[in-house]
């Protein structure tokens, strides 16, 4: 098609006609015209819903050449998913970095993945992802995450962190979504009748007047008649020492009727506390006591739960019952024939 113009049609410039110009708009007026525009441009945006985007736990999250995914931050994700902002705060207890003033996101919708950018910068951060735990630094390195934990023979726990361009292995005060632990013991049986605990205290104070010997007792659970006793071992004893051997008649297949409870012995004149020699002696998972004293009106009883070298102190009313004004203070004399006195060694 021929292109004209309207020089090609014969077209004059036409004649000049007056027009009245009217006065230019004041200051006053353009600032109000200004802000009534502004108003209304602010009530359009405020108009216009942006899109929320929610993501679900197949979603995926990758930032500095590793991979995790959603649900290792967020631990409850609902079926409509959750927001961004709800992922960047669990990525944020893990990487300290994604704060709410650094965190940008590139979201690939179309492959479900979440590429956060913390555009400021930032040092450290602890995990607080469900990750797995290894006893061997090698299971850590053979793991296919990135991240897991070792727990060293002296208890300590390290952070293992894999990438491309290097592997750390560190040790770690903190590990986050593990709860924190106290010590605590259970006693599942009746507590031990206080008349057995008279029968025990008057047998240490016979042996301390006899010359401040230590003696121990045993006490066990009959789990036919459920009921306690008390055994005297074999044993022979000085100020500070005790060899015992422990009744046959409650061990082998017997164990399985009589349990020992607990193991108790004096310190006579000494104050009650477990020494060295204890600590080597009480490997097997029990009960352990010790009272001390027994020469004074108000003498100490201490008393522990020990499996290998691991002890937790408890109150000896925990395990005891505590009434001692009906009881009767004795003891079996045939427990003497066990007891061989010896010098101090």
Not at 63 to 81: K, L, N, S, Y
Not at 117 to 143: C, L, Q, W, Y
Not at 209 to 217: A, D, F, R
Not at 279 to 286: R, V
């Amino acid at each position: 098609m021929q292109e004209i113009t309207i020089f090609d049609l014969g077209v004059t410039e036409p004649k000049k006609e007056k027009v009245e110009v009217s006065a230019p708009p004041t200051l006053k007026e353009t600032v109000s015209k200004k802000k009534a525009e502004g108003v209304k441009a602010a009530k359009a945006k405020a108009e216009t819903v942006k899109e929320e985007i929610k993501v679900t736990g197949e979603w995926t999250i990758h930032f500095a050449t590793e991979t995790f995914q959603v649900a290792d931050f967020v631990e409850e994700i609902p079926e409509e998913g959750i927001t961004l902002e709800q992922v960047r705060e669990g990525l944020e207890r893990s990487f300290a970095q994604f704060s709410v003033a650094r965190t940008k996101w590139d979201v690939d919708k179309e492959n479900n993945r979440l590429f956060p950018d913390a555009f400021a910068g930032s040092k450290g951060g602890d995990s607080s992802m469900r990750v797995p735990f290894f006893t061997s630094i090698e299971d850590a390195v053979n793991h296919e995450g990135t991240l897991s934990y070792v727990i060293g023979a002296n208890g300590q726990v390290y952070e293992s962190r894999k990438s491309l361009w290097g592997d750390l292995l560190v040790k770690t005060n903190r590990v986050e979504r593990v709860k924190e632990v106290e010590e605590q013991f259970n006693f599942h049986l009746p507590k031990i009748p206080s008349q057995i605990l008279a029968h025990i205290l008057s047998f240490f104070e016979a042996y301390t007047k006899k010359g401040e010997y230590e003696v121990m007792l045993c006490v066990y659970w009959d789990k036919e008649t459920e009921t306690y006793f008390l055994d005297c071992p074999k044993q022979v004893v000085t100020k500070f020492h005790i060899d015992k051997q422990l009744n046959p008649a409650y061990g082998g297949r017997n164990s399985l009727r009589y349990i020992k409870v607990l193991e108790i012995h004096s310190h006579n004149t000494m104050r009650a506390y477990f020494s060295g020699t204890d600590d080597a002696d009480e490997q097997q998972f029990g009960l352990y006591g010790v009272v001390g004293r027994l020469d004074k009106p108000g003498i100490e009883i201490v008393t522990r739960v020990k499996v290998n070298d691991n002890a937790f102190l408890i109150p000896f009313t925990d395990i005891f019952e505590r009434d001692l004004s009906c009881a009767t203070f004795d003891y079996p004399k045939e427990w003497e024939a066990n007891v061989q006195l010896k010098g101090e060694i």
